[in-house]
């Protein structure tokens, strides 16, 4: 069973930076495509990136140009850097893995999660 271990988060002010990590233990998973989603207080779980086996990103609009999801050579680190953060950022950040070269913005399309770290960014 795979597992996705993410690191990174913690507490910022606004217009501060982040890198958030996630590793996968196995490295067959090297041709999965990956996300990132994140899930605030009372809300439903939130779609941020996703990149894929050919390194094709897609973003929500809220976060393109701010935030960047990238992959280290061997596929099986999947990074979030977030810069320029809001308030409105806060939120629980997990990252996740789907079986298959396509991503998907869709949490129900991914069958392996991390534990999720939490972003905290102060006004």
């Known amino acids: 069973q795979v597992q996705l271990v993410e690191s990174g988060g913690g507490l910022v002010q606004a217009g501060g930076s982040l890198r958030l990590s996630c590793a996968a233990s196995e490295r067959s998973f090297n041709t999965n495509a990956m996300g990132w989603f994140r899930q605030a207080p009372g809300k439903e779980r939130e779609f941020i990136a996703y990149i894929n086996y050919y390194d094709t990103v897609h973003y929500q609009p809220s976060v393109e140009g701010r935030f960047t999801i990238s992959r280290d050579n061997a596929k099986v680190t999947v990074f979030l850097q977030m810069n320029s953060l809001k308030p409105e950022d806060t939120a629980v950040y997990y990252c996740?893995?789907?079986?298959?070269?396509?991503?998907?913005?869709?949490?129900?399309?991914?069958?392996?999660w991390g534990q999720g770290t939490q972003v905290t960014v102060s006004s």
């Open positions: 996740a893995g789907r079986s298959g070269y396509a991503g998907s913005r869709y949490p129900h399309d991914y069958e392996y």
